[in-house]
């Protein structure tokens, strides 16, 4: 759970209270998933995330596990 807190924070920045119209959320999405989400709304973002959350949740362990490699290599240098 902090993982996907941790992600959200960073990734809607400037769009906190509005993810739905991020546009590195909706870009993300649409890699994510292969649609077409310009024209995303609030209803169709949460339904999207609530019927995808076994991948989403994949996908915030793999990210947690990227980020936790790259901090391990960063001090590994320093």
């Known amino acids: ?5 941790r992600f959200y924070w960073t ?4 769009f906190r209270l ?3 119209k991020s546009p590195y959320l909706r870009w ?4 994510f998933f292969g649609g077409h989400y310009d024209q995303l709304d609030a209803r169709t973002f949460w339904r999207l995330l609530w019927q995808e959350r076994r991948r989403m949740a994949a996908f915030l362990r793999w990210a947690e596990k990227r980020r936790r490699a790259q901090r391990q290599s960063a001090s ?3």
């Open 1 to 5: 759970m902090f993982s996907a807190l």
């Open 11 to 14: 990734a809607a920045k400037g």
């Open 18 to 20: 509005r993810p739905w």
């Open 28 to 31: 993300r999405m649409e890699t």
């Open 76 to 78: 590994k240098q320093a």
